[in-house]
T-cell receptor, first 114, second 112 residues
């Protein structure tokens, strides 16, 4: 089956620094990737949708200058949390899709900002 | 707009008990419906899906039937195991190219 990986699986960073999370589709070409944030009460919030080679489309209320998304290739998308603060601590999950096929999820990245 | 409402958790059951997690939806058009499972510390995995009315999705002993008349897609399993302990998400997608809409998730804990 299709596999999506994320790196790192967990990261701790200091307040004010930036951190980059990678999402890779390992055995298919991800024409579309999605970035989600999962809050402690489990709800999954879609942050943005990115199509390869295009600018990401952000959901309402998501700061695009804070959460930089790059989808430069068909197998890699990155999410950079800039000037991170403790309230950015969360579980970030990406998912990827080839064309209109199934959407596959990565294992998630736990970000803790101290 | 589209929305998914799931039964609130947490749900705690004894091993071999019958499981039902309710899910109802509101959507424009004809959505595909999904159940995802998230084990502790992991991402989401597709558990089962149904793409049209009256379809039944099934996997690993879980099943759900797409009921258009009641706009529901309830998840059931006849005999749960401790290893089924996880968070379950109901979701819909209106078009193949569309983004998915998720419910809030239901935590299931199965005790031996």
């Amino acid at each position: 089956g299709a596999v999506v990986s994320q790196h790192p699986s967990w990261v701790i960073c200091k307040s004010g620094t930036s951190v980059k999370i990678e999402c890779r589709s390992l055995d298919f070409q991800a024409t579309t990737m999605f970035w989600y944030r999962q809050f402690p009460k489990q709800s999954l919030m879609l942050m943005a949708t990115s199509n390869e080679g295009s600018k990401a489309t952000y959901e309402q209320g998501v700061e695009k200058d804070k959460f930089l998304i790059n989808h430069a290739s068909l197998t890699l998308s990155t999410l950079t949390v800039t000037s991170a603060h403790p309230e950015d601590s969360s579980f970030y999950i990406c998912s990827a899709r080839e064309g209109t096929y199934e959407q596959y999820f990565g294992p998630g990245t736990r970000l803790t900002v101290t | 707009g589209n929305s998914v409402t799931q039964m609130e958790g947490p749900v705690t059951l004894s091993e071999e008990a019958f499981l039902t997690i309710n899910c109802t939806y509101t959507a424009t058009g004809y959505p595909s419906l999904f159940w995802y499972v998230q084990y502790p510390g992991e991402g989401l995995q597709l558990l089962l899906k149904a793409t049209k009315a009256d379809d039944k999705g099934s996997n690993k002993g879980f099943e759900a039937t797409y009921r258009k008349e009641t706009t529901s897609f309830h998840l059931e399993k006849g005999s749960v195991q401790v290893s089924d302990s996880a968070v379950y998400f109901c979701a819909l997608k209106v078009t193949n190219a569309g983004k998915s809409t998720f419910g809030d998730g239901t935590t299931l804990t199965v005790k031996p």
